[in-house]
């Protein structure tokens, strides 16, 4: 290679070594980003699982044709309130027999109820923990909790007890199921026989759901009693042992998605449609009819028959309550005065 080649190579590489010293770093935009980018860090779910475990029991009592019902239960503080479902102990309170609670570190302590709610299939039961404490599991915010994100269901199904499974909210406000009161929070986190009255628990390590029933005609379809409804029905449940509940005497149904531009309900706009006025009671008197479209109690949007029934029923009897409805596309509001429901 002659001298001038050397000195015009020698060059380029000079040219070449400071462009890729001093050129500054290209910033990531929308065309050139990483599709994929790197997660945010995940809590591990065996982490989140041992420190909830210590505080889940296992739940035994009679059933009324002489075998055993099994079901699953949670604490609530450190006196011994555990929390499950109506149903587990439904035959035991029938025909008075013992309710057992079997814990994570092997005792088995009989319990006794506190109080239940069998319209919202939910249970408090009390046990004597002597000097041996279960861990609390922390009460969540079901409102909070988004369709995607990541649960852990723990119990014991089929009496193999504290096993977890893991999966995410797939559906929320699911009503019609099971009761007037119906709420659910649906999941694909295995929920088997055994698992009523377990906790389904957020990463956070809240529970923010009571596991409570599956639909044997499907897959992956788990259903749970959101915790906020155990949070407003418990100071009930601790004080009198029932729950006291208002009524206005409508039942409402809830609204499909292909019925809902018919009634003129458009956007993020939800509500229940009125099938029955009781005469004589509260919504009659304030000139509720059939067929309305109930949008919002309190200036609270009604998002199911389920939640219609929960804000009537937590009003206060003799307090005026004011109802939002639409009626030929128009909209009105009411005032009804709810009475106690006998």
Known sequence: MTLPCLRLLACLLIWAGASSVTAPAQRPTARNAPRNPAPATFPSIADVADRANGGVVNIQS???????SIGSGFCLDAK???????????DALKIGGPILV???DGRTLPASVRGYDEATDLALLEVDLGQAPLPVLPLGNSDAVRVGDWVIAIGSPFELDHSVTVGIISGKGRSGLDGAYDDFLQTDAAINFGNSGG??????????GI???????????GFAIPVNILKDILPDLRTLGRVRRSSIGVEAADISAFDRRGLGLTGAARGVRVVKVERGMPGDQAGIRRND?????????????GHFNRL?????????????IRREEKEYTVTATPIEKK
């Open 293 to 305: 479209v109930i949008l919002a109690v309190e200036n609270m949007p009604v998002a199911s028959s």
């Open 62 to 68: 009679v059933s009324e044709d002489g075998g055993t």
């Open 102 to 104: 079997v814990t994570q």
């Open 211 to 221: 596991n409570t029933l599956v639909l044997a005609r499907g897959q992956g379809l």
């Open 80 to 90: 011994g309130e555990l929390v499950t479902n109506f149903h587990v102990i439904r």
């Open 312 to 324: 009537v029923a937590r009003s206060r009897p003799g307090a005026a309550v004011q109802i939002r």
């Open 199 to 208: 906790p389904l628990v957020a990463l956070t390590g809240e529970v923010i």
